[in-house]
């Protein structure tokens, strides 16, 4: 059974219904995760979570340790990773409250996030054209139509996420820029983890959840983080059925190409690595002799 990881966002902080609990400390070359990573078993999965922002939301976006965070998954085996983060929407049709299933990024983020495991003295390029892994993505999507009946879900399959830099929330006159390229949603976070994450050799995918129109609607100008919370909250039941649904639906065997990401990525010599790059990234490079 594939090992599942969960990221939660702003006001998810824990996940109910684990049963053999446990929080572990997990150590990384790159430093701190943002917190100790839950581990235990939903619906008969193994599963490990951690709190992008730290139980009690102690980090901003822009000092998230996020290769600390993708590497922390691979050493606990992590194959898996679903990221429930709250958005902003773009445009009219998607509202607060509804889902997206991204399968896009576009990265505005200026403050010099550290997105690769590959910064010293060596060198890997990924293929990145389709970021989100689709079976993981469909399993989301396919488990929120499921239960859109049941549940009153209302999921959309696809989207672009506009990564901003935060903490603050847009102006006016960017919103309407996002708006102007067809963005759909507007998030904090979760480029650095997809990057992160194929170049891990983990599948990804992102359950955006919709918690108002950023500040381009006219009655929507003003958007607190009681707001984002509050909308939060009263999806974080739906969200929680989601994810309990996708873990049915996961293939037990991956048939993806994230599993196999580095095979043509690195570049530089294999004699020319240093022992520290290799031993560092062993979890990763070392099914490919490194």
Not at 9 to 25: A, F, N, P, Q, R
Not at 169 to 182: D, I, K, P, Q, V
Request: hydrophobic share 40%; proline share 4%; with cysteine.
């Amino acid at each position: 059974m594939i090992k599942v990881g969960v990221i939660g966002g702003s006001g998810i902080y824990d996940i109910e219904g684990v049963t053999d609990k446990k929080w572990l400390k997990v150590t990384t070359p790159f430093g701190e995760p943002s917190d100790e990573y839950l581990t235990g078993k939903l619906e008969g999965h193994d599963l490990v979570f951690l709190p992008r922002h730290a139980r009690g939301h102690r980090i901003p976006p822009s000092r998230i340790n996020y290769r600390a965070n993708i590497y922390g998954m691979k050493k606990l085996g992590v194959e898996r990773i679903i990221s429930i983060t709250a958005c902003g929407s773009l445009k009219l049709e998607i509202k607060p409250l509804d889902f997206v299933v991204v399968d896009q990024f576009v990265d505005r983020t200026n403050h010099g996030r550290e997105m690769t495991f590959f910064d010293t003295a060596m060198v890997a390029h990924i293929s990145f054209a389709h970021p989100v892994c689709d079976e993981t993505a469909g399993a989301v999507y396919e488990s929120g139509q499921a239960l859109s009946g049941k549940m009153g879900i209302k999921i959309h399959n696809g989207g672009t996420y506009l990564n901003m830099e935060g903490p603050a929330f847009s102006t006016l006159a960017e919103s309407n820029l996002y708006r102007s390229w067809g963005m759909d949603v507007i998030g904090m976070t979760n480029m650095a983890e997809a990057r992160l994450a194929r170049e891990a050799e983990i599948c990804y995918a992102t359950l955006a959840a919709v918690t108002d129109f950023d500040c381009w609607h006219p009655d929507h100008e003003t958007i607190t983080i009681d707001m984002v919370i509050r909308n939060l909250n009263k999806n974080v039941e739906n969200a929680r059925g989601i994810l309990k649904e996708t873990l049915k639906r996961l293939p037990r065997q991956r048939s993806c190409q994230c599993k196999d990401a580095l095979k043509h990525a690195i570049v530089t010599g294999r004699k020319l690595v240093p022992d520290k790059i290799k031993k560092d990234l062993e979890i990763i490079i070392g099914k490919y002799g490194l």
